[in-house]
């Protein structure tokens, strides 16, 4: 099975990740069940980093990924969440085996 993967490491501005969590958790749920080539929104906490988010997505396709883009509930979240983040790096992949398969 093949795919796209979408991964986000947000490191937070100090005593911002309550309302972080808020805003991306409702994100999360959104791109599930309203986009049909969004496989997997997962959102993680490293347990010893208070400041930082990090997203892990799996879409069918770039394509999904740029429908997710430019969608209502991301634009919501994107600009809702700016002034919340010191720093986005984002990373693509290519998805080349799944372990669940």
């Known amino acids: 099975m093949s795919g796209y993967v979408i991964m986000v490491d947000f490191h937070l501005k ?3 990740q309550a309302e972080f969590r808020r ?3 409702e994100n999360a749920r959104a791109s599930v069940r309203e ?3 969004c496989r997997r929104f997962d959102v993680l906490e ?3 980093e208070k400041d930082r988010v ?3 997505e799996i879409y069918d396709d770039r394509a999904a990924f740029e429908l997710h ?3 209502a509930h991301f634009a919501s979240f994107n600009s809702a969440s700016a ?3 010191a720093e986005k790096i984002v990373t693509d992949y290519a998805l080349v085996c799944e372990g669940s398969e």
């Open 35 to 37: 986009e049909p080539g």
């Open 54 to 56: 990090v997203l892990y």
């Open 83 to 85: 002034r919340l983040v």
């Open 14 to 16: 100090p005593g911002r």
């Open 46 to 48: 490293p347990p010893k």
């Open 23 to 25: 805003l991306i958790d």
């Open 69 to 71: 883009l430019k969608s």
